[in-house]
């Protein structure tokens, strides 16, 4: 397997424009995290999922953030409008069951 | 709810010498526990778990830890630090029987001098 995947590694964008980062799981994981992590707050859960339903979206920070999960291969993170604090590294996770969690490479996003 | 504790932000050591992380964690029942490593703009990659049985555990390149339950505590440990083992180290816990969600530490930051 290749691993959990995430696109684009890099994304930089204007204030106000909208943001939409891409993850595609491990196949046979049930279970999908996308965290965000930046110097000032660390590591934060934005949200998880279990087969593609989501469970506990208390992470996200405001209304401007969404997260989708349409079928179990693939799940979008969408920022709309962008501010330039949303920008942080943001990384997707996936596991099977509750056991440990696979990490893609994250993505780099620069609001300016 | 469980919880999870890095004390040390950061930790220097020299190349060569040994190293010990500290985890204390907070869970009412038996945890899962887990080691995570970070290198410089990657993603996390797991370094060890404790499940059950055997309270040492070995992980990869090199590293270990020891559970132990009357200090709540799951310390990572190398005998001998190498250059490329800087990098952020996460403590993670989570429920027996995988009932709840994995919780991170903060982390501790690796400083490793030649």
């Known amino acids: 397997d290749a691993g959990v995947i995430q696109s684009p590694r890099h994304e930089v964008t204007e204030m106000g424009q909208e943001v939409t980062l891409r993850c595609k799981p491990i196949?046979?994981?049930?279970?999908l995290f996308w965290y965000r992590q930046t110097m000032m707050r660390g590591l934060e859960l934005l949200i998880y999922?279990?087969?593609?339903?989501?469970?506990?979206d208390s992470g996200m920070p405001e209304d401007r953030f969404s997260a989708k999960m349409p079928n179990a291969s693939f799940s979008t993170l969408k920022i709309q409008p962008s501010e330039p604090r949303d920008s942080a590294v943001y990384f997707c996770?996936?596991?099977?069951?509750?056991?440990?969690?696979?990490f893609g490479p994250g993505t780099r996003l620069t609001v300016l | 709810a469980q919880s999870v504790t890095q004390p040390d932000i950061h930790i220097t050591v020299s190349e060569g010498a040994s190293l010990e992380l500290r985890c204390n964690y907070s869970?009412?029942?038996?945890?899962?526990l887990f080691w995570y490593v970070q290198s410089p703009g990657q993603g996390l990659q797991l370094l060890l778990k404790?499940?059950?049985?055997?309270?040492l555990v070995q992980g990869i390149k090199g590293f270990e830890a020891e559970f132990k339950r009357s200090q709540s505590s799951f310390n990572l440990r190398k005998p001998s630090v190498h250059w490329s083992d800087a990098a952020e180290y996460f403590c993670?816990?989570?429920?027996?029987?995988?009932?709840?969600?994995?919780?991170f530490g903060r982390g501790t930051s690796l400083i490793v001098h030649p």
């Open positions: 996770a996936s596991s099977f069951r509750l056991n440990e969690q696979f």
């Open positions: 196949s046979g994981h049930d279970y």
């Open positions: 999922f279990n087969n593609n339903v989501p469970i506990d």
């Open positions: 869970y009412g029942a038996t945890p899962y």
């Open positions: 404790y499940f059950s049985g055997d309270t």
């Open positions: 993670a816990v989570g429920a027996s029987g995988g009932s709840y969600i994995p919780t």
